[in-house]
């Protein structure tokens, strides 16, 4: 089989570097990229911003996703939001090529484009291009999935660690997504997916990486992490006042929508199919959802500490906040 192409970084030549926002969930992110649009359209610019978030692709994903609302996508150009049916799936790879697609039509328009999100694997694939893993298998998927409901997934885990046991060792027995992954890459290569990555030890993205130099990267990194985790968790309840639940409940009469969906595994929809499943309790639901947000911007900062060269600032402290909004006014005059 055909490995996935080797995308190659997005440079763009004779033009200033493409500013980029990113952060753990819940750093506000969007709110400064839409402080940053406001002032920009006082000067006579206009921004675009590049969504670079795995749920918000999809439609009718909005509330647990912390969508953007109509009024903020009315106010400012918003791409990559609300492109697919939340049956389809998305890669890091069409991030990559779609990023790099529209950040040139946005300047052949003579504005700004900002790429805005935390999903970090997709910024890896847009800053240094893909790995050579090779792409999904959908037979060989669909057959793990088969296994892995009649086994379970710590099953497959310890079926993993026979074959690969330093990807097993860095995964959680549970994370039915990335053993099964890591499984499928097994089955077609007939190499481990530890052993592959090695061969290659910077397209994992996160160890020795450096910004290349047609981004400019700014880094939200809250230095409390308690504050953080309290401001997801009182965000998470507003969810669920707000209509998560309503939300979910509405995804589950679609007949083609199941819980192994990529865009059901995204964190909170997960938890909460589970709950209108019948599987967990509230209670359950709520606390399994806010352990997986709080793991995601623990990961999310993983892979933002060890890029080297990147500008950060904590959105928990106004005056860094405000030099984060000076630097991207800025970065948009360079």
């Known amino acids: 089989m055909q490995t996935e192409p080797h995308i190659q970084p997005t440079h763009l030549p004779h033009q200033p570097p493409i500013l980029c926002i990113v952060g753990p969930t819940g750093a506000g992110k969007t709110h400064l990229a839409m402080a940053l649009a406001k002032h920009a359209k006082s000067i006579g610019q206009t921004i675009e911003l590049i969504s670079m978030d795995s749920a918000l692709v999809y439609r009718g994903l909005d509330i647990g996703s912390a969508k953007p609302t109509q009024a903020e996508q009315a106010a400012v150009q918003h791409h990559l939001i609300d492109i697919l049916e939340p049956t389809e799936s998305y890669s890091a790879a069409r991030f990559a090529n779609d990023a790099k697609r529209l950040s040139e039509e946005i300047r052949d328009r003579g504005n700004i484009p900002v790429v805005v999100g935390g999903t970090m694997l997709y910024w890896r694939a847009w800053a240094y291009g893909l790995s050579?893993?090779?792409?999904?298998?959908?037979?060989?998927?669909?057959?793990?999935?088969?296994?892995?409901?009649?086994?379970?997934?710590?099953?497959?885990?310890?079926?993993?660690?026979?074959?690969?046991?330093?990807?097993?060792?860095?995964?959680?027995?549970?994370?039915?997504?990335?053993?099964?992954?890591?499984?499928?890459?097994?089955?077609?290569?007939?190499?481990?997916?530890?052993?592959?990555?090695?061969?290659?030890?910077?397209?994992?993205?996160?160890?020795?990486?450096?910004?290349?130099?047609?981004?400019?990267?700014?880094?939200?990194?809250?230095?409390?992490?308690?504050?953080?985790?309290?401001?997801?968790?009182?965000?998470?309840?507003?969810?669920?006042?707000?209509?998560?639940?309503?939300?979910?409940?509405?995804?589950?009469?679609?007949p083609d929508l199941h819980g192994d969906l990529p865009a059901i595994r995204s964190v909170g929809y997960r938890q909460v199919w589970e709950y209108l499943s019948g599987e967990v309790d509230q209670a359950e639901m709520r606390y399994k959802a806010l352990a997986a947000t709080r793991q995601l911007g623990k990961r999310q900062l993983t892979w933002l500490r060890a890029i080297s060269g990147r500008k950060t600032f904590d959105p928990f402290n106004p005056t860094e906040l405000n030099a984060a909004l000076e630097y991207c006014k800025q970065s948009l005059n360079k």
């Not at 053993?179 to 890459?185: K, M, S, T």
């Not at 992490?225 to 009182?234: A, G, T």
């Open 132 to 254: 050579s893993l090779p792409p999904a298998d959908p037979e060989i998927r669909a057959r793990l999935d088969e296994q892995g409901k009649a086994i379970s997934w710590p099953a497959m885990h310890a079926k993993l660690a026979q074959v690969d046991p330093m990807t097993a060792a860095r995964l959680q027995p549970n994370d039915s997504q990335r053993v099964q992954r890591a499984l499928e890459v097994y089955e077609i290569t007939g190499k481990p997916m530890s052993e592959l990555l090695a061969d290659s030890p910077s397209e994992d993205g996160r160890e020795g990486s450096a910004i290349p130099e047609w981004i400019d990267l700014i880094s939200l990194e809250p230095s409390d992490r308690s504050r953080l985790h309290q401001n997801l968790e009182k965000r998470f309840d507003e969810m669920l006042t707000g209509g998560l639940l309503e939300e979910v409940a509405l995804l589950k009469k679609n």
